[in-house]
């Protein structure tokens, strides 16, 4: 009996050569990572609520707020726009961000679609943040106004990237997002948060590039790929088996202190094998190889860079 195991990749009609993505390569290389890479910091993903109510016109309305709970640091939030936005509007909008002109994204200190007599701007995403430094020359307050940027992600969809850096609180750190079109239900929303560290300028370079993140997700030294459910670190020689026509042969032997990449398992006649990329397995044994898993919050950040 064969049994077959992927995360992330599709489990139906795999042909024997076809259990991994070729995902880089699955040889992890201590060598040669920066301290400054390892050192980068890392969000938390941020909940939001969307909240509905009535305005003073008597139409449902609905925003998104977000719960900061009294922290400071820097907030990144992902905008992509939905099927209810017209598609001439989307275009014009997404040009103006590009070409760094104002476009209406705010942070407010409460509700803007219910009360918008009431609520308070806590900042504003625009052209004139000191980001941009369009105008030097000009002095500005620091914390009037975020970045303001548009990319896009991994799938080929396009968002606007917002963000700011708090380094106070307003409100209990409970903020609403104020955009064009925020309360017709026009946007899907992300939030990301950095706390205690301001990487506002960082995070915006990054934005056709890691964001909302700063760099490559990171387990130890290397980096921890999209679809690696773990790796693999030889504690004696250990033969690397090659699958050919249902068979195994050996292809050469993993030295003892080398680690590879996993990205699924499979099981043949009650025995398990470790997939390490290209057709190649290891024996699941113990006393050959130590298998860890990484923890769950880095697993999620790869999903975040890579799926959403």
């Known amino acids: 009996m064969k049994r077959f195991g992927l995360i992330g990749a599709a489990t139906l009609a795999l042909g024997i050569s076809a259990v991994l993505p ?19 910091p890392l969000p938390v993903d941020l ?25 400071t640091g820097t907030l990144v939030l992902k905008m992509y726009m939905t099927e209810k936005y017209p598609k001439n509007g989307a275009d014009t ?5 590009k070409r760094h002109r104002s476009s209406g ?8 679609a219910i009360y918008p007599g009431v609520a308070k701007g806590v900042a504003s995403f625009d052209k004139y943040s000191p980001i ?35 380094n106070s609180t307003v ?22 948060f950095y706390e205690n560290v301001n990487v506002e300028k960082r995070v915006f370079n990054e934005v056709g590039r890691y964001f909302p993140l700063l760099d490559k997700v990171r387990w130890g030294v290397a ?10 670190t030889m504690l004696h020689n250990t033969p690397l088996l090659k699958e050919e026509y249902g068979k195994f042969k050996v292809a050469r032997t993993l030295k003892n202190g080398e680690q590879y990449r996993i ?33 769950k919050n880095k697993m999620r950040l790869v999903k975040i860079l890579h799926e959403e």
């Open 22 to 40: 070729a995902e880089g390569g699955s040889f992890i290389e201590p060598k040669g990572v920066e301290a400054a890479a390892l050192a980068t």
């Open 47 to 71: 909940p939001l609520e969307y909240v509905s109510g009535v305005d003073e016109y008597g139409s449902k309305v609905s925003q998104y707020k977000i719960d900061l709970g009294n922290r």
């Open 93 to 97: 909008l997404f040009a103006d961000v």
């Open 105 to 112: 994204f705010s942070l407010m200190d409460s509700n803007s």
């Open 132 to 166: 941009y430094d369009l105008y030097p020359d000009i002095p500005k307050p620091k914390y009037t106004s975020g970045f303001q940027n548009v990319g896009v992600n991994k799938k080929g969809e396009r968002f606007i990237a917002l963000g700011v850096y708090l």
């Open 171 to 192: 409100n209990n750190g409970i903020y609403y997002l104020d955009t064009p079109n925020m309360a017709t239900g026009h946007w899907n929303v992300k939030a990301y």
């Open 223 to 232: 980096e921890l790929k999209h679809n690696q459910i773990g790796r693999l």
């Open 263 to 295: 990205y699924g398992y499979k099981e043949i006649s009650g025995k398990g094998y470790y997939a390490v990329g290209g057709g190649h397995f290891v024996e699941m044994n113990p006393k050959l190889a130590k298998y860890e898993t990484p923890a």
